[in-house]
């Protein structure tokens, strides 16, 4: 008997529930995770559902709020936004809005993603809902409807704040994490390391990312700096979160989301957000099931002008799987029963998983690939009647 067998069939089990032979990893900070982005699959934890302040990683459900009027058409980048007096007192990180005065949406995006405004994240909050308390009614609501099970919001910028507790846990900012990467526009933003505010005039501001792990190159020298791939997204820290940090990182098509909270420094966070992602991209390598726009096979249809429609990967399906699997990923097609005609082009007619010995690593909408209209009369009864025989035929002994 081989012996290499069974030990490599333990090893991929204890790899596949992220244990990765029980090590448990060295993590200074209270409450962390690691998941892989495209299906939410916990890599590692410790302390996932611990309750507690997360300073200004609360602005990412701001701007997720903003990006997603963005993307519906209700906002534009060059819309005007007026700071009000209570806006422009917000102390903290800051770029001193002044009550009154004029600044684009765009400004302000980029302003509460780059420099963590807490005066921008309020005036933003307003010019959306009429003022910060209607605001953080949405923010709340969202984050019922994105299954945020342990957070609970009370301002738009997380600062401490009277208003009464506020909230959230590693897991509920991962899961908002993995959302706000598919919200157009965030990644811009985030990933962002330099902008300016008011350029050319007295009161420019010029704002350095707070996120010092965000790769970047210094042109002068060509030196890179902050950790291989990470490109994002917020960090946070107030007296009583401690220091907090959100990050994102991709190599090889695999995309990992770390978050830490209640770390005691700048420098441990990310030492601790450093441990996660070497440890997830040590361990795990990424699988691609499926391309966006990738053509899977053909579907039958009824009642058309064309018999089969196109089946199309609606968006890219990546999985992590341990270093040590062997086995691919199974791909299942399901696809909705009796697919009539008309349909058009990106209508979902069904649904790609990704399975890995019997495991739903992540699924993805398919969508047909081409208009198919109705048929005419004679290609109704043509193809009926062709069916039919078909069946006669098939159920003959």
Request: contains cysteine; hydrophobic residues 45%; proline residues 4%.
């Amino acid at each position: 008997m081989d012996w290499r067998k069974p030990l490599a069939g333990l090893l991929v089990c204890l790899l596949g529930a992220g244990l990765a032979f029980a090590q448990e990893l060295d993590l200074s900070a209270p409450s962390a995770i690691l998941i892989e982005a495209a299906s939410g699959r916990v890599l590692y934890e410790k302390e996932p559902h611990r309750r507690q302040p997360v300073a200004s990683l609360v602005k990412i459900m701001t701007l997720v709020l903003a990006l997603e009027e963005l993307a519906a058409g209700r906002l534009h980048l060059d819309d005007p936004i007026v700071a009000s007096p209570y806006a422009s007192s917000m102390g903290g990180s800051q770029i001193w809005w002044e009550a009154g005065e004029h600044m684009p949406l765009k400004d302000a995006l980029y302003a509460i993603a780059v420099g963590s405004a807490n005066d921008a994240s309020v005036a933003l909050a307003e010019f959306m809902a009429g003022s910060e308390e209607a605001f953080v009614k949405r923010m709340n609501e969202r984050a019922v409807q994105l299954g945020l099970q342990n957070t609970h919001f009370v301002n738009s910028n997380g600062l401490p704040s009277s208003k009464g507790e506020h909230y959230s846990t590693a897991y509920d900012i991962a899961t908002l994490s993995r959302h706000a990467l598919r919200v157009p526009l965030l990644m811009d933003l985030v990933s962002t390391y330099h902008y300016v505010i008011r350029p050319g005039r007295k009161n420019e501001v010029v704002l350095w990312n707070y996120n010092r792990m965000l790769e970047r190159t210094m042109s002068a020298t060509g030196r890179s700096y902050g950790y291989p791939g990470l490109d994002g997204i917020k960090t946070g820290s107030t007296t009583e979160a401690g220091y907090c940090l959100a990050a994102t990182a991709e190599r090889s098509d695999l995309r990992l989301i770390a978050v830490v909270l209640g770390a005691e420094s700048s420098a441990k966070r990310e030492e601790d957000i450093r441990t996660l992602l070497d440890y997830g991209f040590r361990v795990y390598r990424a699988e691609v099931v499926a391309r966006e726009g990738e053509v899977l096979g053909q579907a039958k249809v009824k009642r058309g002008r064309a018999e089969q429609v196109s089946i199309v990967a609606a968006q890219s399906l990546k999985v992590a799987l341990p270093r040590a699997a062997g086995d691919s990923v199974e791909r299942q097609l399901l696809l909705e029963e009796d697919l009539t005609a008309p349909l058009s082009k990106d209508q979902v007619i069904g649904t790609l998983i990704a399975l890995y010995q019997g495991e739903e690593l992540g699924r993805i909408d398919l969508v047909a690939g081409e208009d198919v209209p109705r048929g005419s009369l004679w290609q109704i009864i043509r193809g009926t009647g062709r069916d039919l025989l078909r069946s006669l035929f098939a159920n003959k002994d």
